[in-house]
Structure formats: C-alpha cells, structure tokens
C-alpha cells in the first residue's frame, strides 16, 4: 500500500495539465431491440465544450475529461408502421439534446525521435455520462435522464497545440422508449469526429 501511494503521488507530481476547447460533429444511429419494429436512418449532430487533461510525463498515459454539449439526431419512420401512422405520425427526426461527461485513459506515443512535438499519435478508452436536456416528439417517445455510455477512439495531436480525434461510443441501457409499444426500446449508437485547440 505504501509502494503504491509513492507511485501515484510521484506520478502526479511529474505530470502537466492543460484545457482546451472543442468543436466536433457526430453520426448517430438508433437501434431498437426489435429492428423490424421501427425503420431509422442516421443523422448528422453537433458538439461543443471544453476539454481538460492531465499527462504524466515520460509514461505516455494520461487522463481527460470534457463537458460537452452535444445532439444526437436519427430518423425514424413512424408513418411505415399503422401503428403510428394511424396517429398522424410520419417519417420524423427525433433529436436528442445531452450534456455529455466523457472520462478517459489515454495513451500518447510520445517517444517518437522528437517528432512527437509536431505529430503525436494517441488511443483512448472511457465511459461516458450523458445527461438529457431535451428531447423532441416527447409525445411518441420517452428518455431516461442518465444515459451511460463506452467511449473509445483515435487521433493525433499537431504541434503540441492541436489535437484531432475520431471515435466511436455505444449506449450500455437505453437512450429512447416509444410510448405506444412498452418492449420497443433503442439505444444510440455514435460515430464522431472532433478537433480541439489547447490553451496551453
């Protein structure tokens, strides 16, 4: 135990931390349980917010954190299904409004011959906790307020200033629950892209 408190507290007195901000776009789709159920397409969203990390110097592993805001939009085509149809619903996008709280260990491979102050390719894996501010045609659907997700993804960083990054994240419960049939429940699924300037 005590070996192990030296290692962690030497580790965090070697380290550097830094906050940025981010701009970024996703493609999300949502899956329901019975896909026969309901048609869908995927949609485009944007993301915005800040960024935080904290490196540990000549480890390569670090930690980041982000308050993100963030849509996530797909299709859905109610008006192919009488159920719905005989409502008056049609082929609707359904978006939904999150505050995104991505946490993630990272990997930065940072011993590459001095090149790494110019390019600098990283990995990282994480959860992430989306909470919902709003979501669209709440009278056919409902959202729980949580949404856990697992968040993993690549990129590089540009001239120690400029980091690029491309992931993918899948809900673990559910993102959506149609009101008229009690067992027809979604989850999101996310493919992202996003570009982050450091301030330091």
Not at 114 to 132: D, H, I, N, R
């Amino acid at each position: 135990m005590t070996v192990m408190l030296f290692l962690v507290t030497t580790a965090m007195a070697q380290s550097s931390s830094r906050w940025g901000v981010t701009l970024g776009a996703n493609i999300n789709s949502i899956h329901f349980k019975q896909s026969d159920i309901m048609p869908s397409k995927s949609c485009w969203g944007p993301q915005a917010g800040v960024m935080g990390e904290m490196n540990f110097s000549g480890l390569g592993f670090g930690v980041d954190g982000s308050l993100l805001y963030s849509m996530r939009q797909g299709k859905l085509n109610y008006g192919e299904r009488v159920a719905w149809s005989s409502l008056g619903a049609g082929n609707e996008t359904v978006a939904m409004h999150y505050l995104d709280v991505p946490l993630h260990l990272k990997f930065q491979f940072r011993r590459l011959g001095g090149m790494e102050t110019t390019f600098m390719p990283l990995a990282y894996v994480g959860p992430q906790f989306s909470f919902l501010v709003h979501g669209s045609h709440s009278n056919l659907n409902s959202y729980p307020f949580v949404n856990v997700y697992l968040d993993m993804g690549a990129g590089f960083e540009l001239f120690e200033r400029w980091q690029v990054r491309g992931g993918y994240k899948f809900s673990v419960g559910q993102s959506l629950h149609t009101k008229l049939l009690d067992d027809n429940v979604a989850k999101n699924r996310n493919w992202y892209f996003s570009l982050t300037y450091f301030l330091k």
